[in-house]
């Protein structure tokens, strides 16, 4: 089992040295859901929302949620990302609109926070967008679904339904 690597041996909270990590590419997918309900979902996709079209609007805000995440999480550090991408998969008939974000880079550091942050940021926007038909809108689901490089390795989501199946 790994340690916290954020506080030093007096429980003081730091942030993480990574001068002596090499440069890898590194890549993160996170994935989250928000649940409308049929009126809101109905004015999303015939572009009826007042505030804009919320895909447009939702799609940059995730994208800027991602360039900003070391100034909203503390132990962040600031990354330079090569390349961010937020897309949605739209179940019209389940009212869900399911997003997913990528996020790049060649660093020291690995960029699952800023993925997580797009997704979040992308949810969010979709919500303040949306509130003036549906304030009962279901955020959930909010995860890392993969990432590549780094001494860690890769890693890919297994659900918990399926840990006993694939030996986890």
Known sequence: MSEFTHFDDKGNAYMVDVSDKAVTHRTAIAQ???????????????????KGDVFTVAQVAGIMGTKRTSELIPMCHPLSLTNAAVTFDV??????????????????????????????????????MCKAIDK??????IHLTEKTGGKSGDFRYIPPENDRASGI
């Open 136 to 141: 009962r809108m279901l955020i959930s689901d």
């Open 91 to 128: 179940d019209e008939d389940a009212c869900d609109i399911t997003v997913y974000c990528k996020a790049v880079t060649a660093g020291k550091t690995g960029v699952e926070m800023e993925a997580l942050t797009g997704v979040s940021v992308t949810l969010l926007t979709i919500y303040d």
């Open 32 to 50: 989250g859901k928000i649940h409308l309900c049929e009126e809101a979902m109905a004015a999303v996709l015939g572009r009826k929302i007042k």
